[in-house]
């Protein structure tokens, strides 16, 4: 009966994960447009939102707000944003609290955050950001929504989830964990960075570059600021690294600079994760590809950038600049720097050279055409959309470039550097031995051409931070023979399914398998095949996620009889239970831990239960 149920688990686990990124809601569906529609009672309700903004930034009341026709009552609303915000404007970002008055939420969702598409006059800026990002991070899920208030068409919006607790526990496994957001709270400038720098180990040096969203935190922002600082050899310890490098190549690559890279080291958040390892998340990408051309110098010069400054942005840009911190660390460690060109190599060649980023930018444009045309709010002509891929446009004191035109022409550049041009490892081959049981010992091989450094890294849980063992060519290790270039190393099954990927490095550069490691990895299954993973898409909702005493599944179709099994995370059915449209479910007797909804093949979602 235990084989059983621990192949019942296998057969989850392999449909929980496919090659995509986290399951989106149909809220978030980045090829459906959102209709908002907001009723205030208020008749000098903009001069009340500009007033809450300008003074304790609270809310107001709105009357109803009805999101794709689902009406909500006494909905909190305020304005949001800094540069993006202005009392001059029609058109302002908003955050809508679904909850801030009455307990209630849309597919699990209680803030709704909408961007006004400042300094963008192509409009998609955020959302094509978000959809390339999604490949190598955890990043939000962004989309576009119609706005209407008092029955007014009030312009196109950038839809983005809002990283709150919820998405943080989503993602990284944690429910009670320090967060902290990463922005100036007053007049952010070229001496006013939340760069992680150390400043004293006084924690209200700190208070005007960091917001701790959680109970605590202060404690551990300075210390990541020391070991940074002065201790950096022991960052792997506090920082996710690979996830942070990640980050660091996207905002490379993309000229995304109103972010850490950036003047104000701006736009990200912290949270630390099951392994204690903060894990950095990125942030309001509305300015994204140039929209935000100032990279800084030291703490004294906003480093303002023409378009071709930032068509050929250095790679190493900041790498001996002290006010830059996270950027010192990674270019000062050897294996870092490799591991950073690597990953900018891997979203240049998945993204940029193959021109795909243009077909999604095309459909993208394509959707929201009609509702740019008929927005008489927005900030450019319909002329600068339609051309905004392929025109530069003056906005205020500085050019923002067409997004074709800085991308064909940096990825020129990029590719034409000495850290792209170093010829990597190549990795091919890769096997791994039948495994049957568990706590047997798995041979991992694989052929490694042109490396000096191999290793292989296993888990056997999303929440587990990767063990990283050396792999060799010395003919002991499971490799055939010494010197063939295939290396082999092993490792005992701890679980019915272990995570893995294989890294190799030369003198000059590095590769890893699958490229989109850590964010995706192989997946070994107790007496099944290989297969590259991340979550896999759903067809129900299930909220709220963790969970304490009650969950709530919503389903888009009903499978006429079809039933639904929780399982624990060692095979055991839990609850089994016939579904219906919508189906409440009391958690209250559940222990705590990590659980799985399955419905046939309709598919499957995990949550938490934290009581």
């Known amino acids: 009966m235990g084989r059983l149920k621990s192949n019942i688990l296998i057969l989850l686990l392999l449909q ?31 001069y009340q939102l500009d007033t809450a903004k300008l003074g304790a930034d609270g809310y107001i009341m709105a009357k109803s707000v009805t999101i794709n026709g689902t009406k909500f009552d006494s909905v909190g609303v305020k304005y949001k944003g800094s540069s993006s915000y202005d009392s001059t404007h029609t058109k302002n970002p908003f955050h809508f609290a679904l909850d801030k008055y009455i307990n209630q939420l ?92 150390y ?58 600079l109103d972010s850490y890279t950036g003047v104000f080291s701006q736009n990200y958040y912290l949270y630390k994760d099951k392994t204690t390892r903060f894990n950095p998340i990125i942030w309001d990408m509305n300015m994204s590809f140039g929209g935000f051309p100032f ?59 193959n021109s795909s980023y243009e077909t999604m930018a095309t459909a993208l444009q394509s959707l929201i055409d009609t509702a740019v045309k008929s927005d008489n709010n927005k900030f450019y002509s319909y002329t600068q959309f339609q051309n905004g891929m392929t025109t530069n446009n003056t906005v205020g004191s500085y050019t923002v470039p067409g997004i074709k035109n800085l991308m ?25 031995s039948t495994v049957t049981a568990l706590y047997a ?8 051409a042109n490396a000096n450094i191999v290793y292989l890294a296993f888990r056997f849980d999303s929440t587990q931070k990767f063990i990283k063992i050396p792999m060799y060519d010395d003919g002991a290790h499971n490799d055939v023979a010494a010197g063939d270039n295939i290396y082999g190393e092993s490792f005992t099954m701890l679980s019915t399914q272990a995570q893995y990927y294989i890294y190799a490095e030369n003198a000059q550069a590095s590769i890893f398998s699958p490229e989109r490691a850590e964010h995706e990895f192989y997946l070994l299954n107790i007496s099944s095949s290989v297969s590259t993973i991340s979550e896999q898409k759903t067809s129900f909702e299930l909220y709220p996620n963790p969970a304490s005493d009650l969950i709530t599944l919503r389903f888009e179709e009903l499978i006429k009889n079809s039933k639904l099994y929780i399982y624990n995370t060692i095979g055991q059915i839990v609850l089994s239970e016939y579904i219906k449209p919508t189906l409440y479910i009391s958690t209250s007797d559940f222990a705590n831990g990590i659980y799985f909804v399955k419905i046939g093949n309709v598919g499957m979602k995990k949550f938490v239960v934290q009581h």
Request: with cysteine; hydrophobic share 40%; glycine share 4%.
């Open 441 to 448: 010992s798995v041979k991992v091989t694989a052929n490694i």
């Open 199 to 256: 400043i004293s180990s006084d924690s209200s040096a700190y208070s005007n570059f960091y917001d701790v969203k959680s109970k605590y935190g202060w404690k551990e922002l300075v210390a990541l600021c020391d070991t940074l600082s002065n201790h950096p050899k022991s960052i792997d310890a506090l920082m996710d690294m690979d996830r942070v490098i990640w980050m660091l190549a996207f905002n490379n690559v993309l000229i995304n």
């Open 106 to 197: 849309y597919q699990g969702f209680t803030d709704i955050k909408l961007s006004n598409g400042y300094s963008d006059p192509s409009m998609i800026r955020e959302v094509l950001s978000y959809h390339i990002l999604k490949n190598y991070m955890d990043c939000p899920k962004a989309n576009f929504a119609q706005l209407y208030i008092n029955g007014s068409y009030w312009g196109l919006f950038t839809n983005d989830e809002d990283i709150n607790k919820k998405f943080c526990v989503e993602h990284f496994y944690a429910s009670k964990s320090t967060f902290i957001k990463c922005n100036p709270l007053n007049n952010p400038g070229p001496n006013v960075k939340s760069n992680l720098k």
């Open 16 to 46: 929980f994960f496919t090659v995509n990124t986290f399951a989106q809601t149909t809220f978030y569906d980045i090829y459906k447009l959102q209709k908002i529609e907001v009723v205030f009672t208020q008749s000098n309700w903009d």
């Open 408 to 432: 064909d022409a940096r990825i020129t550049y990029l590719k034409a550097t000495g850290d792209f041009q170093y010829t990597s490892p190549v990795i091919t081959a890769l096997s791994t």
């Open 295 to 353: 990279v800084g110098s030291s703490n004294s010069s906003m480093g303002s950038l023409t378009v071709a400054n930032m068509q050929q942005l250095p790679i190493n840009i900041h790498a001996s600049d002290p006010y830059w911190p996270l950027i010192n660390v990674v270019m000062a460690n050897a294996s870092y720097k490799k591991i950073y060109i690597a990953h900018m190599r891997t979203i240049v060649n998945e993204i940029f050279a």
